[in-house]
């Protein structure tokens, strides 16, 4: 099979690029060379990967977005290949992998948090314009045989919003490491860490993983946190907004009971260090995050609005409140760290999401295109 994956600006150890890297590494062991067409290769790249650099001059976001798209789609027709399969909201390709969900339903949930100015300037914002219009193109084109998608929640948001039929949409969730995530990292981590951040050995900790922070709901994380006694917050990840947040922590009294890290290379000694996730998030897609905090034996506590809401059984594992509802919140937090069963059977939900079953997957999806 010669497969395209399109990625315009492709970082090794990004969130979506991770999607993208099972995909890619599922086709190398099944003895195919798939080819990355971004604009620009990093050293760390795959070694089994081709690539190909596409990168035209642009002025503008919008010029950015429709330059490569249109260099791209001139590569493919050049080099026939047998699937085009695109991470960026662009019409013409075959398969679309929806690994950033859906922006019409992000605008719609970022609404709960805005006032009306703020709405209208999103309005008339002219990258929030060019997406949608790119989005409703991309799912308009006859040309799109499957989208894959990332979660339950991101199928039911293109049904919703672009009426695609249920047939051409398949689900296949993110792999997780469960080795290398595991409830051993809180002998191996937790006592050395919280000497460090100065938490004491036996407060109840709460760990926020991920940037983007108004999206991924740090700020509920924040409220939360001050609503639990005792409770102590870590905040794991950058966000140019970081100041806002700190003074929203100060604001609430937290002192010394929120620590921000900035972002880490390896979370694991955190997680170790934590007795649950939260992430009220507004939205998202999915969030790898959630499953190797889970692996690691804490219980995630997240939105209706989060793809990983599919793995949470709540009340169970974890739980699902509104990402508003900050005494809800507060009360799943206190029961999730009153049942230490839950981390047990956190990990338990997420075992069966192995590299080799989304590999497998992967493969019988392009099998079933390509006929």
């Known amino acids: 099979m010669k497969i395209a994956f399109i990625r315009a600006r492709y970082n090794p150890f990004g969130g979506a690029e991770r999607f993208l890297n099972s995909a890619a590494e599922a086709l190398v062991a099944q003895g195919s060379s798939p080819t990355i067409i971004t604009r620009a290769w990093p050293d760390s790249g795959h070694a089994g990967i081709q690539h190909r650099i596409v990168n035209p001059r642009y002025f503008t976001k919008a010029g950015r977005d429709r330059s490569f798209a249109e260099a791209t789609l001139a590569l493919l027709q050049r080099e026939q290949f047998d699937l085009a399969q695109s991470y960026e909201r662009m019409a013409g390709c075959d398969v679309f992998h929806a690994v950033d969900g859906v922006h019409a339903e992000w605008l719609q949930q970022r609404q709960r948090v805005q006032g009306g100015l703020k709405r209208f300037g999103v309005q008339i914002n002219p990258h929030h314009r060019n997406l949608l219009k790119a989005e409703r193109a991309m799912y308009a084109s006859p040309q799109l045989k499957a989208v894959i ?17 249920e047939d051409r949409l398949h689900v296949i969730y993110g792999e997780i490491d469960s080795e290398k995530f595991h409830p051993g990292l809180r002998a191996q981590h937790r006592a050395a860490l919280r000497e460090q951040l100065k938490i004491p050995a036996d407060a109840p900790v709460a760990i926020f993983v991920g940037s983007g922070f108004e999206r991924k709901g740090a700020a509920g994380f924040l409220a939360t946190v001050a609503r639990v006694d005792g409770l102590y917050g870590l905040v794991v990840g950058h966000d ?40 009220p998030t507004l939205y998202e897609p999915f969030g790898l995050v959630f499953g190797e905090a889970m692996a690691c034996g804490l219980p995630a506590i997240t939105s209706p609005q989060a793809g990983a809401a599919d793995w949470i059984e709540h009340g169970r594992n974890g739980f699902v409140v509104d990402p508003l509802d900050v005494d809800g919140l507060a009360r799943a937090v206190q029961a999730a760290i009153a049942d230490p069963s839950m981390g047990g059977r956190a990990r338990e939900a997420v075992l069966p999401y192995t590299k ?16």
Do not use: W
């Open 149 to 165: 998608c990332i979660s339950q929640m991101v199928k039911r948001n293109v049904m919703r919003h672009y009426g695609v039929a």
């Open 240 to 279: 140019k907004h970081l100041p806002r947040y700190r003074a929203q922590a100060d604001r609430l009294g937290l002192g010394q009971r929120v620590i921000f890290t900035g972002g880490i290379k390896d979370v694991r000694p955190y997680y170790g260090a934590s007795d649950v996730y939260l992430m």
């Open 356 to 371: 080799e079953d989304t590999a497998m997957q992967y493969g019988n999806l392009y099998r079933r295109l390509l006929g």
